[in-house]
């Protein structure tokens, strides 16, 4: 039978409806998906603009190469940023020897040796564990970890690069063991059940099969929690303390690139001023450090990938 002339209406108006729906969701799309690259170019231009008005007042050489940081000083204030990137090299230094091997450790157990009965119960802990605020990390740091250090080593004071470097470690596990256990769960089986119809152990499967193929995801892991701990921010302001040393002692008051950042966003100096303009000098190089972390990772992803 043939149609009606108000069906053919109300058919050519939903072929019209959906074509424009057609159209409208690839734009919806992109804008949805252009709001973190135009929220990181915001970012940048904020740093760099600001970052521009500091070095007209201090001189680039000075900061860079600089090996004193006062910038409170009313006589001579002294911008030179070194200080502050050492004490973030020291906590970071410290956070990547407690975490690196206990998080691939823990991987290669999750991995290769847990039943699926122990790994959901792992697994959800460390998910927990990655979801703690950092600044009560931060208080468990000063209150717990630094006196424990102290019983044993009573040179260390109370604020120290020990203490908050142990934590953060702590607090960048998760993101290492879950990272590079997805990098080995995705190792074919057969790879492995090659090697044990030849002999091999579990523990040398793991080893010299496993962990070898996986290596680039491991690796990207590992750099990426370096990336975490070089910007984390609450647990160093509270444990780490708040004085620049351009030095080698982890047992002494330090003070990093975040910690300063939060101390002068407190309300320490007046908009306008150098220090305030500081603030976002020490935020590019942070963000640059950040950025190079990432940029390493991705290549390491890339350059030693496994293809299966």
């Not at 450790?105 to 990655?130: F, G």
């Not at 934590?167 to 190792?187: F, K, N």
């Not at 059940?193 to 496993?210: D, N, P, R, W, Y």
């Not at 647990?235 to 008051?253: E, K, M, N, R, Y």
Request: net charge positive; charged share 15%; no cysteine.
């Amino acid at each position: 039978m043939g149609q009606s002339v108000q069906e053919m209406i109300a058919q050519s108006k939903g072929k019209k409806n959906k074509k424009f729906v057609e159209k409208l969701i690839p734009v919806l799309l992109f804008l949805i998906a252009s709001v973190s690259v135009l929220t990181t170019i915001g970012i940048m231009l904020t740093l760099i603009v600001e970052t521009v008005t500091f070095f007209t007042r201090v001189s680039i050489s000075e900061f860079i190469f600089g090996t004193t940081w006062l910038p409170f000083s009313n006589k001579s204030a002294q911008f030179g940023v070194l200080p502050l990137i050492v004490g973030t090299l020291k906590v970071t230094l410290i956070a990547v020897i407690v975490a690196v091997p206990i998080g691939i450790a823990a991987a290669i157990y999750l991995s290769e040796y847990a039943t699926d009965n122990v790994r959901r119960v792992i697994k959800p802990v460390l998910e927990v564990l990655a979801g703690i605020p950092t600044i009560v990390y931060g208080f468990f740091a000063l209150t717990f970890v630094t006196p424990l250090l102290q019983s044993f080593f009573p040179e260390i004071k109370i604020f120290n690069a020990i203490s908050p470097g142990i934590v953060v470690g702590i607090m960048i596990i998760p993101m290492i063991a879950s990272l590079s256990e997805d990098a080995m769960s995705s190792v074919p089986k057969s790879i492995r059940e090659g090697a044990l119809a030849m002999g091999s152990t579990k523990f040398e499967v793991a080893m010299k099969i496993t962990v070898p193929a996986a290596i680039s995801g491991i690796i990207a892991s590992v750099v990426l929690a370096v990336s975490r701990a070089i910007g984390e921010t609450m647990i160093v302001s509270l444990a780490a303390g708040s004085t620049p040393q351009f030095d080698g002692d982890f047992t002494g008051s330090i003070q990093t690139m975040t910690a300063y950042i939060v101390q002068v966003s407190k309300g320490d100096a007046g908009y306008g001023t150098t220090i305030y303009y500081s603030i976002y000098a020490v935020g590019f190089t942070l963000f640059i450090f950040t950025m190079v972390m990432n940029i390493i990772a991705n290549y390491v992803s890339k350059r030693f990938r496994e293809e299966y």
